[in-house]
T-cell receptor, first 109, second 114 residues
Framework: QKEVEQNSGPLSVPEGAIASLNCTYS??????FFWYRQYSGKSPELIMS????GDKEDGRFTAQLNKASQYVSLLIRDSQPSDSATYLC?????????FGQGTELSVKP | DVKVTQSSRYLVKRTGEKVFLECVQD?????MFWYRQDPGLGLRLIYF???????EKGDIPEGYSVSREKKERFSLILESASTNQTSMYLC?????????????FGPGTRLLVL
């Protein structure tokens, strides 16, 4: 079992819809969780971090964490074509980050 | 803004060559990291460093070494490049303490080994 798993996609949603990206992790001791966005040919950029169970909202982005289920998700409301990118989930059991393989999102106009 | 720079965006080398990839950050971060990124495999940690002259192996250190002589600079060395080291190499840095897991990435170096 991979330490951090994401659906590889591609996930395709129409403009204005909600995009839902999911991530599961295996280490129950993980304390910190991150979502990075990576445009094609570019480096990852941090868009959300979450440390406690529940939801964390930042503009159109909402991160959700459920430690009991070892599950973290990212919701993008009112998806825009500019949101088309690969989204990387990263988990930290302490110190270093462990990344999932990424989910490619395509938002169609 | 945090700025992490890498010496080259694209690099082409021959099998057996010694390759140096340089990374510099300007935010006085204690922690620096080297990853490689391959399709379907995500980012994999090669080496990291929590302080000058200090290094720790990541998940895939074989065939690589690192050097950190100054706080702002972290170098990745491919001792004898091989074709399976063709990849995108990403450097990252982070503060120490509570925000140590928030990593900032450089633009990446796409290395082709022929």
């Amino acid at each position: 079992q991979k330490e951090v798993e994401q659906n590889s996609g591609p996930l395709s949603v129409p403009e204005g819809a909600i995009a839902s990206l999911n991530c599961t992790y295996s280490d129950r001791g993980s304390q910190s969780f991150f979502w990075y966005r990576q445009y094609s040919g570019k480096s990852p950029e941090l868009i959300m971090s979450i440390y406690s169970n529940g939801d964390k909202e930042d503009g159109r982005f909402t991160a959700q964490l459920n430690k009991a289920s070892q599950y973290v998700s990212l919701l993008i409301r009112d998806s825009q074509p500019s949101d088309s990118a690969t989204y990387l989930c990263a988990v930290s059991p302490g110190g270093k980050l462990i990344f999932g393989q990424g989910t490619e999102l395509s938002v169609k106009p | 803004d945090v700025k992490v720079t890498q010496s080259s965006r694209y690099l082409v080398k021959r099998t057996g060559e010694k390759v140096f990839l340089e990374c510099v950050q300007d935010m006085d971060h204690e922690n620096m990291f080297w990853y490689r990124q391959d399709p379907g495999l995500g980012l994999r940690l090669i080496y990291f460093s929590y302080d000058v002259k200090m290094k720790e192996k990541g998940d895939i250190p074989e065939g690589y070494s690192v050097s950190r002589e100054k706080k702002e600079r972290f170098s990745l060395i491919l001792e004898s490049a091989s074709t399976n080291q063709t990849s995108m190499y990403l450097c990252a840095s982070s503060e120490s303490g509570l925000r140590r897991e928030t990593q900032y990435f450089g633009p990446g170096t796409r290395l082709l080994v022929l």
